[in-house]
């Protein structure tokens, strides 16, 4: 196979320096060092990144960060997701960080877009992540209503679990009847 190498267009600058008390997911915020979806910035690089490639971006509500993980090493088939029974699941089966390629892939709220920085909420990446792309998060092509999400959405049905996990507003899960779930949000 070939491999590839891709350069860092840019950086997150977080309030989190370390992964305890991150959110697990850009959405989730439960279990993190603030309750509430907090603010943080991509810096990109003026020397890779021209001003024209950012045009049209303020349009849009929400975007896709691609980064990599730069602080982890190795990874495993399997794993123990933090959620749900403790038992081992195919890491293509999970949302781990610990992949074969450390990427990571975030929905995040724009706020507004300022020179080269990109302020964003509900980061769910550590200081100093590079990032490799951004791009729109558009609605008719990202959302997929009646997606099908496997032994998580065992989890989910029980409004009761221990750790079904609260979602920053904004993110609300929608019913088989397309309505919103009052519980999911």
């Given at each position: 196979?070939?491999?590839?190498?891709?350069?860092?267009?840019?950086?997150?600058?977080?309030?989190?320096?370390?992964?305890?008390?991150?959110?697990?997911?850009?959405?989730?915020?439960?279990?993190?060092?603030?309750?509430?979806?907090?603010?943080?910035?991509?810096?990109?690089?003026?020397?890779?990144?021209?001003?024209?490639?950012?045009?049209?971006?303020?349009?849009?509500?929400?975007?896709?960060?691609?980064?990599?993980?730069?602080?982890?090493?190795?990874?495993?088939?399997?794993?123990?997701?933090?959620?749900?029974?403790?038992?081992?699941?195919?890491?293509?089966?999970?949302?781990?960080?610990?992949?074969?390629?450390?990427?990571?892939?975030?929905?995040?709220?724009?706020?507004?877009?300022?020179?080269?920085?990109?302020?964003?909420?509900?980061?769910?990446?550590?200081?100093?992540?590079?990032?490799?792309?951004?791009?729109?998060?558009?609605?008719?092509?990202?959302?997929?209503?009646?997606?099908?999400?496997?032994?998580?959405?065992?989890?989910?049905?029980?409004?009761?679990?221990?750790?079904r996990p609260t979602r920053m507003p904004?993110?609300?899960?929608?019913?088989?009847?397309?309505?919103?779930?009052?519980?999911?949000?």
């Open positions: 196979m070939t491999e590839f190498v891709v350069r860092p267009i840019g950086v997150v600058r977080s309030p989190y320096a370390e992964r305890y008390g991150t959110p697990r997911q850009a959405p989730v915020v439960d279990g993190t060092a603030s309750t509430e979806p907090v603010a943080a910035q991509i810096v990109l690089d003026k020397q890779l990144v021209p001003r024209e490639a950012l045009r049209d971006l303020e349009g849009f509500s929400h975007i896709w960060v691609i980064a990599w993980f730069d602080r982890n090493e190795g990874w495993r088939p399997t794993v123990r997701p933090t959620r749900g029974p403790k038992v081992r699941r195919g890491v293509f089966a999970t949302r781990s960080p610990h992949r074969p390629n450390a990427l990571a892939l975030s929905a995040l709220v724009l706020e507004r877009v300022e020179d080269f920085t990109l302020h964003v909420r509900g980061i769910d990446l550590l200081d100093g992540t590079p990032v490799l792309d951004i791009k729109p998060y558009v609605a008719y092509a990202d959302s997929v209503p009646d997606a099908v999400s496997g032994w998580v959405d065992a989890l989910d049905e029980a409004p009761d679990a221990p750790d904004g993110y609300k899960r929608r019913q088989d009847d397309g309505s919103e779930d009052p519980g999911g949000t």
